[in-house]
């Protein structure tokens, strides 16, 4: 057989991996994660940015998702608790999933019904509660995807997950600016609309058998070693040794095990630093625009339609980057790309209300993200020791949002203070200690190493 038949044999194999059953209907999954995304940054971020709130009172809005940030709190118990009635017909990860996803829903409607103007703090808080069960729904999904599929399905399943959490992404965002403005339909209805989208996902979940659970050997051993310290401490009951033994694999082992790294430290900064500038220059994109001057259309066919196919050719550009150039070096080019693309709003505001301008803005600024999503999700993983993923995963990614939700809510308070110019050349300047941690996570791990060996598994 030649060469170039095996090529053809081996890319055809790699592409059949997409349209497996289990495999693709992580892309539905991956939609139902992207719902309150899209939900909160999208259609909430338009509708607050067409009536009179602040830019201040808009960016702290964003904070109601703060939930996202510190998901790895409970993650460990969505691991191991089972839902009363709701395991014995679905499952542990399936029942977990369809409550969140029915919760969702529900509060997705209730957000139509709040009225910002009136009662900014209702607002505040259905938002945060889309913030809590979206990011609930999101451990399980992360939990499910692993163990759902086999080792060379993983990375097909991440790349369809990703694209389905920016396919509700788009919906929730061009979508919503498109509705609105050819009908002008009311809010309410726009957001019952969009809460039936979350059928999707629970649709998927009914498809999908429920993962089985098997237990690592590192797992394995910590169990044996816990069962051994108890085993010597007979004035302890059954019922309390069970339960210390559960919180110590539950909540101790998976943190324990990480905090034990050299340097460990330093991913947690570079989790939250990494995409800084990237978050706040985008935090308040949809009121700098209508406030330059732009009509509803026009910021959806120049800026967000542009930006989001400019973001899916991120993502297969990312994924080419890191095999051509390595790990390491595809972060460091990324995140240079993340800097370089703020200064663009910036050069947007000299030039004034130009849709082609905006298009380049909105294309350089999504491309530069789906090229950091892609190597930062390959980084992310590299990191998480496969006997705690979930939980592990939950951590970083938590950071990740502690960057979007928290860090970027006094975005607001900076262009109130420094106008639209320097507020994105501030965005540009604080994604400078992500890049120089980079410099020192080299020393550490060795990404390019580590990354070489999962390609090999």
Not at 105 to 119: C, K, Q, R, V
Not at 157 to 166: D, N
Not at 323 to 341: D, M, N
Request: net charge negative; charged share 15%; glycine share 8%.
């Amino acid at each position: 057989m030649s060469d170039t038949t095996v090529q053809e044999k081996s890319t055809l194999e790699a592409i059949k991996v997409y349209f497996k059953p289990t495999v693709f209907a992580i892309l539905f999954l991956g939609f139902s994660s992207g719902v309150p995304y899209g939900v909160l940054s999208g259609a909430l971020s338009y509708w607050v940015s067409k009536i009179e709130l602040s830019p201040s009172e808009i960016s702290l809005l964003l904070a109601a998702g703060f939930p996202y940030t510190i998901k790895f709190l409970w993650s460990p118990f969505i691991d191991q608790v089972k839902l009363p009635i709701l395991n014995k017909l679905l499952g542990q990860r399936r029942s977990w999933l369809i409550l969140s996803q029915a919760l969702l829903a529900g509060s997705i409607i209730w957000l139509g019904f709040t009225n910002p103007l009136e009662d900014y703090t209702e607002t505040y808080m259905v938002a945060f509660l889309i913030a809590l069960f979206g990011a609930t729904q999101d451990i399980v999904i992360d939990g499910f995807r692993i163990e759902i599929l086999k080792d060379d399905e993983q990375a097909a399943g991440a790349a369809l997950y990703i694209y389905g959490y920016r396919i509700a992404g788009i919906i929730f965002s061009i979508g919503v600016i498109y509705i609105y403005s050819l009908f002008e339909i009311d809010w309410s209805l726009l957001f019952i609309m969009g809460s039936s989208t979350m059928l999707v996902g629970m649709i998927a979940v009914l498809f999908i058998r429920e993962p089985e659970h098997k237990a690592t050997e590192e797992k394995q051993k910590i169990k044996e070693e816990i069962d051994a310290f108890l085993a010597e401490r007979e004035e302890a009951g059954k019922q309390s040794k069970e339960y210390f033994a559960w919180i110590y694999m539950t909540v101790v082992a998976p943190f324990r095990e990480f905090m034990m790294r050299r340097g460990w430290f330093v991913f947690i900064l570079f989790a939250i630093f990494y995409k800084i500038g990237d978050s706040m220059a985008v935090s308040l994109q949809t009121r700098y625009f209508l406030s330059l001057g732009f009509d509803d259309l026009v910021i959806a066919n120049s800026g967000k339609l542009v930006g989001f196919w400019a973001l899916f050719i991120g993502f297969a550009v990312g994924g080419w980057l890191m095999s051509k150039v390595g790990l390491w070096k595809g972060l460091l080019i990324c995140a240079i790309l993340q800097l370089a693309s703020n200064f663009s709003f910036s050069a947007l505001y000299l030039i004034g209300p130009n849709a082609y301008f905006l298009a380049f803005t909105m294309g350089f600024e999504q491309f530069a993200t789906g090229m950091g999503a892609t190597v930062l999700v390959a980084f992310q993983s590299l990191l998480c020791n496969r006997s705690f993923t979930v939980t592990q995963y939950a951590l970083l990614s938590a950071l990740n949002q502690f960057t979007v939700k928290l860090l970027s809510a006094p975005s607001g308070f900076i262009v109130e203070g420094v106008g639209w110019f320097w507020f994105f050349i501030i965005t540009a300047v604080v994604a400078v200690p992500g890049i120089l941690l980079l410099f020192w996570i080299k020393r550490l791990e060795h990404p390019d190493e580590k990354y070489s060996e999962m390609k090999e598994e």
